[in-house]
Structures are given as C-alpha cells and as structure tokens.
C-alpha cells in the first residue's frame, strides 16, 4: 500500500557508492529539485545490505513507484586500483616481445603478477605472424586454475586482427565456463600494446567488484518493487546501461570524480550563468580528486585517459 505522505513526485534516484560511504538523492525529474537524501556506510562484505539501508531511508519519503531512473556513481573501481584490491587475474600475452613484456611484468605495468606468454600474433597489417601455440595456452590456462578469477587475453596487434584473441577466448571459455574473460581489442582501438594489455587486466580484475555492486542495487530495487532503468556514470561523465557496464568495469574508474564533475558543472552554471572557471576538490575517503571547470561550466578531460 502506497503511504499518502510519501512525496509522490516523479524522479532520479542517484547512488554514489563509495568505499565509506554511499549516499543517495532523489531529485524531481522536471525541476531537479533535491526531495529526499540519505547516507549509510558502505559495507564491502554484503553491497546487497548497503544498497537495501539506503534505498529504504529515501523510500520512507519516497513512493517506490514515482523513481523513474536509477543512476549510479562509485569509487570501488578507484580504490580498488589504488588500494591494490583487484581480483587476482591471469593474463594471456600473445605475440609479445619477450624481453619488453618481461620489463613490464617486472615493473608491475599490467596490474597482475599472473602472466603467460604465447607464441601468435599478426604484423601491423593484420597479417598473420606466428601460429597460434595452443598446446601452451592450454597450459598457461590450466596454471591459472585455483589462482585467478578473472582472465585477460592481449594480442600485440590484436586492434588490427582479432583472431587469435577470440581463438584464445573461446579455449578459455570452454576450460572455465563461470569465469568472465576480457579481450583487449573489446577496450582499445590504440596500438599501444603495454597499455592495452593492462587495460585489460584491469577490466578483468574489476568485473566482479562491479557485478557485485550492480547486481546488489537490481536486487534491491526489485525486492522494493522500483521498475525503473538502471544506469551508470563512466569516467567521462555519459551514463552507460548497467548490462554494458558490468563486462566493461574500466570505464568506471573514475566514475565517482565524474559524478562529481557534472553536479560542480550543475552548480556552477547556477551560481555563475556559465561565466566563471571553477575549481572541485572531492575530498573521500581513499581519494582526493582535483576537477577544473571552465568559463562555459565545462570539465577538462583528458583524452589520453587517467593516470
């Protein structure tokens, strides 16, 4: 039964899970007008009490039925990376200079220590250089087992032939059913082949901390009965369908900076018609994260990605 108290105003309910705390706003759809706020802390062991304390504190205001979105913004990919908490992943090198892929191993450049090299790969061209080894990704595959919960698959030009990746992929699959697996061409289209590589790692790495936050806010919105979209702040600000996002998790790495970005770009352009720089400190509890706006209450962004 619907409490006739409750504000029946139809709106975005917006979720920022943060590695403390996770806050959540509900704003009127056609004003923006704030109606209701809450904030719980973030319990990494059980995301699914979390989300469920916080959308019941905004529902005591809130009808249920009047949340017409679902907008979600974290810092767990963030501070997972910098706190050194990915998921253990194996990755598969393919066609790699030994002695450069070795450097970066050796540097930590791919986020894991769990690293395979095989024999494979194609020229600048797209042509086929060297026969796929799968005797050896077999091999290196079957190491993984009890290690890894995610795996990364790279081939050093894998942008310009996909083959062997989607070859490598699908032996994969086969040997680890349950297990999610990310290919390098599926992220970058660049040829930087070190960077590529742990692009993906990283992606494997955070797939299961943003399935388990994902999969937490479905589960709470439909025991609650909210039918609404479910959408997710990447790290250049666009919001991305929750299905997509949960096999691309690198795209919300910086997704809580950027969420705070866009409501600094919000207010900003309130208090100053578009005609004022800004500056943003988002002060957290792991990070701190440094956001210029400029005079036409636009964020800067850098195209070579984040470091």
């Avoid at 990310?182 to 930087?192: F, I, K, N, P, R």
Wanted: hydrophobic share 40%; with cysteine; charged share 25%.
């Amino acid at each position: 039964m619907h409490n006739e108290n409750k504000c029946r105003t139809p709106g975005i309910l917006g979720i920022d899970a943060g590695g403390t705390f996770t806050d959540l706003v509900f704003v009127g759809s056609g004003d923006m007008r704030l109606l209701a706020k809450a904030k719980t802390p973030t319990d990494h062991d059980d995301l699914v009490a979390t989300i469920r304390r916080g959308i019941d504190l905004i529902t005591e205001k809130i009808d249920a039925g009047q949340v017409r979105s679902v907008n979600i913004a974290t810092t767990l990919a963030t501070n997972a990376i910098v706190e050194d908490k990915l998921r253990p992943v194996g990755l598969i090198l393919i066609g790699y200079d030994k002695d450069i892929a070795e450097k970066a191993i050796c540097s930590g450049a791919f986020g894991t220590s769990i690293v395979a090299q095989i024999a494979g790969g194609h020229d600048p061209n797209g042509n086929e250089r060297t026969a796929l080894d799968t005797d050896r990704l077999i091999k290196a595959l079957e190491s993984f087992r009890g290690k890894a919960e995610g795996i990364a698959i790279s081939g050093y030009f894998s942008v310009r032939n996909t083959e062997h990746e989607l070859r490598a992929m699908r032996i994969a699959q086969e040997m680890y059913p349950d297990i999610h697996i990310t290919c390098g061409h599926e992220l970058a289209s660049e040829l930087d082949a070190i960077k590529r590589a742990t692009t993906t790692s990283l992606n494997a790495g955070l797939i299961p901390i943003v399935m388990d936050l994902l999969s937490s806010v479905e589960r709470v919105c439909i025991d609650r009965g909210i039918k609404a979209p479910i959408t997710v702040v990447r790290g250049d600000g666009s919001l991305v369908g929750a299905e997509w996002a949960k096999s691309h998790p690198v795209e919300m790495i910086l997704s809580g900076p950027a969420g705070s970005a866009c409501g600094a770009c919000f207010l900003a352009a309130q208090e100053t018609h578009g005609r004022k720089e800004a500056w943003v400190v988002d002060i957290g509890g792991t990070t701190t994260d440094i956001i210029h706006i400029d005079e036409n209450g636009k964020p800067a962004l850098l195209q070579e990605g984040a470091t």
